[in-house]
Every structure is written in C-alpha cells, then in structure tokens.
C-alpha cells in the first residue's frame, strides 16, 4: 500500500525510498531493512539539525510524561501557565541581560515571522511619536535562509527553492556574504544600506550560514555588523535557530563576537530537539514600542499552540540540563574530534574547502562546476549514505556532520570514514 503522506523537501517521482523509523536514542535511530531486520543508524545530522542532547534523551522525556498529566493545552492569550514562567525566566537567567522579554511560537520560520513583525512594530510607534514615516526596508545577507513562510523566504535567498513564490514575496536589500578577504565589501555595503532613512532591521544568522552551505566568517565581521547597525539605529535581529545551543561551539553564536542582538530567535535545540517550539526574546524598548492603553497598538500575533505547556516542559529539562550538565564540554571534545578527521579528509584531492565551527565541520566535494543545492552527486551520497546506514544529506555539493553531542567517538569515526568512502562513489 503506498502512503498518503507528502513529504517535505522530497520529489516523490523519484521514488527514492524513504525508511521507516521504529525508535530511536542517543544517536542511533532504529529502522528495518528490506527483508524486515533491525538496521541502527547513526544520525550525524542531529534530525535536521534540532537534536542537541540525543534522541529520546531521559530527562526530556520524564518532563514531557510528567507535564501530560497536568496540562495539555491552554490558550496563552490572557493566560499563563507554570512551564511557560519558568521558562521565560530561565531564558533570562542565561540569554543576554538585555533581552527582557520572551516571545512563544512554535516552528523556527514563525520566530522569525515574529522578529520580523516586532521590528516594524517598533519603527510604526517610533514615527507616530516623533513623526515622519516608519521605517519598513529589511536588511539582509546574500545565501542566508530563515525558514519557509512567506516571510521567512522574503528575508531568505532567492533561488529554486522560492522561485514560484517569487511575486508573493516582499523586497529586501541584500548585504553581499563576508567571504575570506572581501569583509569590506560587506561592511561598506551595510553601512550604505543602514544611512538609508527606511532601513529597518538587519538580519542574519550569525558566524555561519547553515542552509546556504555552512559558510563560515569571523566574528570580528560579526561584531563589526553590530556596530554599524547600532550607529544607525537600525535594529539587530539574529536568527540563532540553527546556531543557539551551543552548535557554534558556545551557548549563542553571537557570544563569540561579544554581541548582544536587539531581536533574538531561537527554536531547533530550545526542548533540546525532541519537540517544537520557539521563542522570540526583545530588548524592552521593542516591548515598550507596543505599550499602551489602546487595544490597537497591541502585539497583533498568536498561533493555537503559543506556549504549549508540554513543549514549554521539554524545553525547561533541557534548561536543566545546561544548568546542571557539561555540556560545554561535551560539545569541545565533539569540535576536537571532528577538527582531526575533517583535517584528514581536507587533504584529500576530492575535497575544497574543509571549515568547521564547533560542532558543524563542512567540506565540499571538488568539482569542474556545482549544480548547487540540485547537484546531482547529493541524491547519489544520499543513497550511499542510506545504505551504509549513516544519516548525512548533503547540501548540493557540501557535506557536513552536525551530530549531536552524545554521540559516541566509535560513530563518529564511522561517520567520518564513511564519508571518506563516499567521495569515491560520487
Ligand atoms: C531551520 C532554520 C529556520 C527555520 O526553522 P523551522 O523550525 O524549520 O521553521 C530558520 N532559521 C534558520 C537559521 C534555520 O536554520
């Protein structure tokens, strides 16, 4: 019987198969293979990049069966419920101090949406005190991605993915990406684009674009970024979805450039990956901005499951863990492994470009010309990578490992030595 779902980012006419997965802990998920016996395989990529502590990590789950008998679901407009208090202030207790205010949704894109809205609130109450007109234009950097909503793909890079959307989408002004020696290029360019008296808000994912192909660039240019922002007033929002929870290396990428945002999201790694949600944090002149006795002036954003009591418990075990855990530690000796290996496979002729930020390494397989994210040589890793029971999905010509953190040395080497093995079949 064929399935009824539709999956995402898949061509279903490609009839590449898609495994069925039983369970899962730590790093290994566990499927069946055709004849119907147990297969293990070794997430190196953190389930799409959320997982941060492992699958079906204990304390997580204790949290989620204990919160289920409690309360499932409440309305959040008007309401509050315990999880999501002490949530908000454990988000205080380790995000920057600046940020006081703790925004839900549920999905990456949505904190997005919201950061997005939050910075035109801000410049909308701005222009009716002081007068003049608000300012609306949205700043952003070349082959960033945000998420998949109208919204988010506005802000992200145009390209195949976005194409047909393209009319829907709304217009933005694009910084070019600070590669290795063009730094300048991008300073001059944002310091251009933040003199215009519309310019809005910057944003970007700070140290490393993920989805553009895990580009990396320093965090002096970072810190930089900030600086020029800040002295125009335009608003600094850093989408640390993919980079939050210590992927880069530390809690916060921007922690790296001593930055603090005026706009921070977080989603992925916030329950520690083991169910959605999402949080939006604003310095308090963006809380301020949609202050006021005039119902009309309000924040106008909600969705059903702001807040949602079950996910807000996942996300304070995972705030307990950080508390109470190395994890700092475990993410330094993940980075030092993977630094060996990755410098290993960099000195192979098939490889370009072997860079890595924490527990992110990349390296691009070499080739005459890159067909980008539809490279035809990723459906064929993906292949390889399925049979030898790793879980790696190459972004066009890039392969990376983002594991997570509780995965062991013996599969890691597995992971890097298939990977090894791979280039050759590509
Ligand atoms: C994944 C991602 C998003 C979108 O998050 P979803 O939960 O998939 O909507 C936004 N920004 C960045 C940087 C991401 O990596």
Redesign the pocket.
Known sequence: MTSAIWHPFTQHGLREPIPLVERAEGALLHTRGEEGEPRTVIDAISS???TTHGHCHPRIMAAIAEQTTKLDQLIFAGWTHEPAEQLATGLRAIMPESLTRVFFSD??????EVALKMALGYWAARAEKDGGTPRHKIIVMEH??????IG?MSVGARGVFNRTYEPLLFDVARIPYPAAGAEQATLDALEALCSAPDAAALIL?PLI???GGMLIYPPSVLAEMRAICAAHGVLFIA?????AWGRTGTLLACEQAGVVPDIL?L??GLTGGAV?L?VTMASEPIFEAHWSNDRARMFFHSSSYTANPIACAAANANLAIWREEPVLERVAALTAFQAERLDALGRYCHFDHPRQLGTIAALDLRSMESAGYLDSRAPRLMAFFRERDVLVRPLGNTVYVMPPYCITPGQLATVWDTIGEAVITA
Do not use: F, R
Not at 144 to 149: E, Q, R, V
Not at 239 to 243: A, G, K, P
């Open positions: 799409w990049w959320v999905s990456g894109s949505t904190s997005v960033s991605y945000h998420g998949d909503t988010a994912e674009l993920g989805s989408d640390e979805v993919m980079t999201c989603s992925k959605p999402a």
